[in-house]
């Protein structure tokens, strides 16, 4: 299945199961949200999980743009990706988990085609306040999927306080057949989709009390879905990324880790900067810039004259499409190229004065100090000129 095909076969689903659909928002939070970015389907959703009526009614599917940083550094594997789209279904106090188990199995199995046996799931156990999620266990034996039981693994919470609740996992064996082992003794057991049962709100001291509204939360990343179900090892050989990978092997040599790196940062830093986020050292500019930094890191580690003005018109067309922006381009490509342009300045300058501070003896966190409150240079830019990287 390409790309359209899996976006209108999982929104059709549930809207033929009376789920109506909302527009996926932008990247940025609403004013006066404490986080930097978007990293959830639900989290545009927080007013409604918490009571408020939406006015689109209790079932609401949705494709959402988010942005997640705490997996920056695994960034470069086959499955992790800082940008990516999340699809997403709600029952607002409707509908209960097992009825949304039941339909995501359907969904995975007729809708697309993946077969049961390569299916697992994990399921809450119970902790010292609550058993074992019973009626999702029960749900999974009735449809003949194997069940792991965890604990942490399957809590969701959005803090140390607020809605929170145990999950179920959907997890999709792609290693040879016959599948082996379970999720947690098997990475070939890949996470696909998860059902957020919000059944309770933890309060400061600890303890849990039932939410008046109990809701149901369910999230399943586009670009792994695609991996799966196109049979490939890695969200970057299905078709979304095609036009990334095919450009960006003519333009530079790169090794497998530096060329995901290299396509996510750049694919995330247009969608990030199309969002209306231009480069800065705090907050969400400094996420963009850091974005940046690494890329042309990367690049430069092989090959100091390689530029970001070398990538085609074709990269950012097809990037603003799949995510739905409607942005100037050409300001795009031009905020990318005035970064690289300072970063490359910056690197010149921070070779001459960390060599002057290395003449003096090995670098001591008061010479890091330095070189960052005086001159600019974030310790890991000066890691990085130690290291020789650029």
């Known amino acids: 299945m390409n790309i359209h095909d899996t976006l209108t ?30 990293t959830s389907g639900m989290h545009p959703l927080t007013p409604y999980l918490q009571g408020r009526p939406h006015p689109l009614g209790r079932r609401l599917v949705n494709v959402q743009r988010c942005l997640r940083t705490t997996d920056l550094d695994e960034v470069g594997d086959h499955t992790h990706l800082t940008v990516f789209q999340m699809l997403g279904s709600w029952s607002l106090g409707d509908y209960l988990g097992s009825q949304s188990l039941r339909w995501g199995y359907e969904l995975l199995r007729d809708g697309f085609g993946i077969e049961p046996g390569r299916m697992y799931t994990t399921v809450f156990g119970g902790d010292r306040q609550l058993g074992p999620d019973i009626e999702s266990q029960r749900v999974w034996s009735e449809l003949g999927v194997p069940v792991e039981l965890t604990v942490e693994d399957n809590w969701w919470s959005n803090g140390p306080t607020g809605p929170c609740g145990p999950d179920s996992e959907i997890f999709v064996w ?67 990324f095609e036009p990334w990978t095919r450009t960006l092997t003519r333009l530079w040599s ?50 100091p004259t390689r530029t970001l003005g070398d990538l085609p018109p074709e990269l950012y067309e097809h990037t603003v499409d799949l995510f739905g922006q409607d942005i100037d381009l050409p300001h795009v490509r031009d905020q990318l190229c005035v970064e690289e342009r300072r970063f490359r300045h910056l690197v010149e300058r921070g070779r001459v004065l960390v060599d002057r501070q290395l003449s003096r003896g090995p670098l001591t966190d008061d010479d890091f100090r330095y070189l960052h409150d005086t001159h600019g240079l974030p310790r890991d830019l000066v890691l990085t000129l130690l290291t020789g990287q650029v």
């Open 9 to 38: 076969t999982f929104v059709e689903f549930f809207r033929e199961r009376g789920h109506q659909r909302i527009t996926g928002t932008s990247l940025i939070p609403p004013s006066g949200d404490p986080v930097l970015f978007t």
């Open 174 to 240: 792609t290693g040879d057949l016959p599948p082996r082992g379970t999720p947690t003794t098997d990475d070939r057991w890949v996470e696909v989709w998860n059902h957020v049962m919000m059944r309770y709100r933890r309060f400061e001291d600890g303890h849990l009390e039932p939410l008046e509204q109990p809701n149901v939360d369910t999230g399943i990343g586009l670009e792994r879905l695609l991996m799966l179900l196109q049979g490939k090892r890695s969200v970057f050989d299905c078709d979304l």
């Open 254 to 303: 790169l090794d497998g880790p530096s060329l995901r790196t290299v396509c996510d940062h750049l694919r995330s830093g247009i969608v990030v900067l199309g969002d209306g986020v231009r480069p800065s050292n705090t907050g969400r500019g400094y996420v963009l810039r850091r974005l940046l930094r690494r890329t042309l890191t990367t690049l430069w580690h092989d090959d």
